[in-house]
């Protein structure tokens, strides 16, 4: 079951990018007892999303796209957060 902060970064994502593929993986049990870990359960997470927001951007734009998005989770109430961003190909 998706914790709150997971399930408001599911939300935010669809919300500003409407992805035609969006998995919002919860990484934090592999990172327990690392820096990092708050306890939550909620503290490192994968991103990976496919939108058409994103075509002709960079990786870079990408990232920095969905952590605007994300507003104050990033950094602030998740310590890690990958992110795997592209365009629908075809």
Avoid: W, Y
Avoid at 27 to 40: E, F, I, R, T
Wanted: net charge negative.
């Amino acid at each position: 079951m998706a914790g709150p902060v997971q399930q408001e970064m599911q939300q935010l994502l669809e919300q500003a990018f409407s992805p035609t593929r969006l998995e919002v993986i919860n990484d934090s049990a592999k990172h327990h007892g690392h820096a990092g870990d708050d306890g939550s359960g909620e503290s490192h997470f994968t991103v990976v999303i496919e939108a058409a927001a994103f075509a002709g951007k960079s990786r870079l734009e990408r990232q920095r796209m969905v952590n605007r998005a994300l507003g104050d989770i990033p950094g602030e109430r998740v310590h890690a957060l990958a992110i795997q961003a592209s365009a629908p190909t075809g």
